[in-house]
């Protein structure tokens, strides 16, 4: 019995005061389990994250992104959006404050706009005209554009014969010509064919620049359907032609998309070919054309000019907006190559 008590006295004065005043041997058991518990979780160590090159690049490119993206923004829309406001105040509040970067409600004003698109015999500018002509040279443009550009670019990826390869590499040689070497060319031979002067006759023209660069943006497409789909629709008894406008035509929708709002971009803002054609016949003009002429008229005040601008920026951004996703599909079509 004494060498028990002496054992038990021996091992309270090992253990921590805390532990002895919590009393009896079970409460002393728990207490001292507990205290070393606490104590291991003190004492381990707490995990250090080392620094890395990778660690260091993922943090620094999160955030010039987010700079990049913004300072794009800034330079895309600041333009715009001043242009926006010239448009809408009167010449008056322009001359006493240009600098200012909003409108009140009180300088509020659509009667630039109202000049701009009245026609030219009530004293206008005749801008809704003129957007006609745009809209039917355009889409004349991508109608004609697309009818050469999908044969051609089906048989330069699908068909094998001599010098396919380079006839490809040519289309987009003949892209790079400068715009000014084709004109006189075209100009004397439709004067002949006696197109100079109308719309029609401007689209066909449009055909020389916006072919080359349709054809390679479809080639690469059409090269990555595969070609199992083309068979199977000829083991069903399709030709050749309605293979490619029953199954080619819808898969390549997409890419079809892009590259006819490409072409509608290029054939609406062109300025060269339609001065060319289009100078002797006012009636025909394009909204190039308008804006040109505005922008060279000594009576014509800065805000009417803006307004114009606007008239001529807002079908592009708002056709782009309405087809932006099947435009990224046509875009990034084509680049894998596996």
């Given at each position: 019995?004494?060498?028990?008590?002496?054992?038990?006295?021996?091992?309270?004065?090992?253990?921590?005061?805390?532990?002895?005043?919590?009393?009896?041997?079970?409460?002393?058991?728990?207490?001292?389990?507990?205290?070393?518990?606490?104590?291991?979780r003190?004492?381990?160590?707490?995990?250090?994250?080392?620094?890395?090159?990778?660690?260091?690049?993922?943090?620094?490119?999160?955030?010039?992104?987010?700079?990049?993206?913004?300072?794009?923004?800034?330079?895309?829309?600041?333009?715009?959006?001043?242009?926006?406001?010239?448009?809408?105040?009167p010449?008056?509040?322009?001359?006493?404050?240009?600098?200012?970067?909003?409108?009140?409600?009180?300088?509020?004003?659509?009667?630039?706009?109202?000049?701009?698109?009245?026609p030219?015999?009530?004293?206008?500018?005749?801008?809704?005209?003129?957007?006609?002509?745009?809209?039917l040279?355009?889409?004349?443009?991508?109608?004609?554009?697309?009818l050469?550009?999908?044969?051609?670019?089906?048989?330069?990826?699908?068909?094998?014969?001599?010098?396919?390869?380079?006839?490809s590499?040519?289309?987009?040689?003949?892209?790079?010509?400068?715009?000014?070497?084709?004109?006189?060319?075209?100009?004397?031979?439709?004067?002949?064919?006696?197109?100079?002067?109308?719309?029609?006759?401007?689209?066909?023209?449009?055909?020389?620049?916006?072919?080359?660069?349709?054809?390679?943006?479809?080639?690469?497409?059409?090269?990555?359907?595969?070609?199992?789909?083309?068979?199977a629709?000829?083991?069903?008894?399709?030709?050749?032609?309605q293979?490619?406008?029953?199954?080619?035509?819808?898969?390549?929708?997409?890419?079809?998309?892009?590259?006819?709002?490409?072409?509608?971009?290029?054939?609406?803002?062109?300025?060269?070919?339609?001065?060319?054609?289009?100078?002797?016949?006012?009636?025909?003009?394009?909204?190039?054309?308008?804006?040109?002429?505005?922008?060279?008229?000594?009576?014509?005040?800065?805000?009417?000019?803006?307004a114009?601008?606007?008239?001529?920026t807002?079908?592009?951004?708002?056709?782009?907006?309405?087809?932006?996703?099947?435009?990224?599909e046509?875009?990034t079509?084509?680049?894998?190559?596996?």
């Open positions: 019995m004494s060498d028990a008590r002496t054992n038990t006295g021996r091992q309270r004065r090992a253990m921590p005061a805390s532990v002895i005043r919590a009393g009896g041997d079970g409460g002393t058991a728990q207490a001292a389990a507990a205290g070393e518990k606490n104590s291991g003190r004492r381990a160590p707490r995990a250090r994250v080392p620094f890395s090159r990778a660690r260091f690049e993922e943090r620094l490119f999160g955030v010039l992104r987010w700079a990049v993206i913004a300072l794009l923004a800034l330079v895309t829309l600041v333009p715009f959006y001043y242009m926006l406001l010239l448009s809408l105040k010449i008056d509040a322009l001359l006493l404050d240009p600098g200012r970067l909003w409108v009140s409600t009180r300088e509020f004003t659509l009667s630039t706009y109202e000049e701009v698109l009245r030219t015999s009530e004293g206008g500018q005749g801008f809704l005209g003129m957007l006609r002509n745009s809209a040279a355009s889409l004349g443009a991508v109608v004609l554009t697309l050469a550009a999908i044969p051609g670019s089906y048989a330069v990826s699908r068909l094998r014969f001599f010098g396919g390869r380079q006839l590499a040519l289309f987009l040689a003949v892209y790079l010509f400068p715009a000014t070497l084709l004109a006189v060319p075209l100009f004397v031979m439709f004067a002949k064919i006696g197109l100079q002067g109308s719309i029609v006759g401007l689209a066909i023209v449009y055909i020389a620049q916006t072919v080359p660069v349709s054809v390679y943006m479809l080639r690469n497409y059409f090269a990555t359907i595969p070609v199992s789909v083309e068979e629709a000829a083991l069903d008894g399709c030709s050749r032609l293979t490619v406008r029953k199954v080619v035509l819808p898969l390549a929708a997409p890419s079809l998309t892009a590259t006819g709002l490409y072409i509608f971009m290029i054939a609406w803002n062109e300025f060269l070919f339609a001065l060319l054609f289009l100078a002797a016949t006012p009636e025909n003009w394009t909204v190039s054309l308008g804006l040109q002429q505005l922008a060279n008229g000594i009576e014509v005040s800065k805000t009417v000019l803006m114009g601008s606007v008239v001529l807002v079908p592009v951004v708002l056709l782009f907006l309405a087809a932006e996703r099947l435009l990224t046509g875009l079509s084509g680049a894998d190559k596996s």
